[in-house]
């Protein structure tokens, strides 16, 4: 009885094994890529110099506080061509910029989705820190969108400049 017993016990490890090796149908990996990329874009590695490249110049010279020169590379782009940023644009920019000076930034991440949806996100220091103001945040997070049209970069700005917490 015993060994019908161990014998039994053996032949349903056996079909267990079996039916678990069986064959599997391979799972469907759903893709990760973030919705808003492009996969027809063409990028280089040019690009994404450029574009930094693009967004360097632009904030040096607000850390120069060359605020016209710096408006004067801000573009209204769109399927029909490139713009300057109207004045009213410009007026409205220029109280932000003013109010927020640049003395020190540091661009944290590219988001290169798109000829017309890329972001560069930077931090700008605007105040100096006093020891007596430790612990005050001094650094606020912007992000500037350069749009590529027939083939170059633009500097170009969301519609609302406000401060996101990305």
Do not use: H
Request: charged letters at 30%; glycine letters at 4%; one cysteine or more.
């Amino acid at each position: 009885m015993r060994k019908s017993f161990y014998a039994f016990l053996l032949l349903s490890f056996v079909l267990l094994l079996a039916a678990c090796k069986g064959e599997q149908k391979p799972q469907e990996v759903p893709e990760s890529g973030d919705p808003r990329v492009d996969a027809t874009m063409q990028r280089t590695e040019g690009d994404s110099l450029q574009i930094i490249q693009l967004t360097r110049e632009y904030l040096t010279k607000l850390q120069n506080k060359d605020i016209d020169g710096a408006l004067a590379m801000v573009y209204n782009v769109d399927s029909t061509g490139v713009r300057p940023i109207s004045d009213e644009q410009r007026a409205e920019m220029r109280k932000t910029l003013e109010m927020f000076p640049v003395l020190d930034f540091e661009i944290t991440q590219m988001l290169l989705f798109s000829d017309d949806d890329t972001e560069v996100r930077y931090k700008v220091k605007f105040f100096e820190l006093t020891p007596e103001m430790e612990g005050m945040q001094n650094t606020i997070k912007q992000a500037i969108q350069p749009r590529r049209y027939e083939g170059k970069w633009y500097v170009t700005v969301p519609n609302v400049m406000v401060e996101n917490n990305y």
